[in-house]
Nanobody, 125 residues
Framework: QVQLVESGGGLVQAGGSLTLSCAAS????????MGWFRQAPGKEREFVVA????????SYADSVKGRFTCSRDNQKNTVYLQMNSLKPEDTAVYYC??????????????????WGKGTLVTVSS
């Protein structure tokens, strides 16, 4: 079992930046592909980014590419999401996830087995 706890959410003006953190416990995250998803009010949950076990590869949703950067520190059992040039449409609850890639599956298609409870990011215009 992996427990994931997100932090760092809050209110920011459009154009601003925030960094989310995801602290894992229970097992070391170097066994897992990690990721971030988000769910805006009234919308379906959507993929944001996935990062490989070593951090050597990432896959981003087109909507955040060039603005968001995901990284991980396996020694600290922590994953980060640096969000720059934030837009009102980035407003959502952001969820940290842990899972695995099987066979020829892409990073973005990783089967996520563990989810945090989320942290709210609100971007004002």
């Amino acid at each position: 079992q992996v427990q994931l706890v997100e932090s760092g959410g809050g209110l920011v003006q459009a154009g601003g930046s925030l960094t989310l953190s995801c602290a894992a416990s229970g097992r070391t995250i170097n066994e897992y592909t990690m990721g971030w998803f988000r769910q805006a009010p009234g919308k379906e949950r959507e993929f944001v980014v996935a990062i490989s076990r070593t951090g050597g590869a990432t896959s981003y949703a087109d909507s955040v590419k060039g603005r968001f950067t995901c990284s991980r520190d396996n020694q600290k059992n922590t994953v980060y999401l640096q969000m720059n040039s934030l837009k009102p449409e980035d407003t959502a609850v952001y969820y940290c996830t842990a899972g695995r890639v099987y066979g020829s599956m892409s990073l973005a298609g990783a089967k996520m087995d563990y989810w945090g409870k989320g942290t709210l990011v609100t971007v004002s215009s």
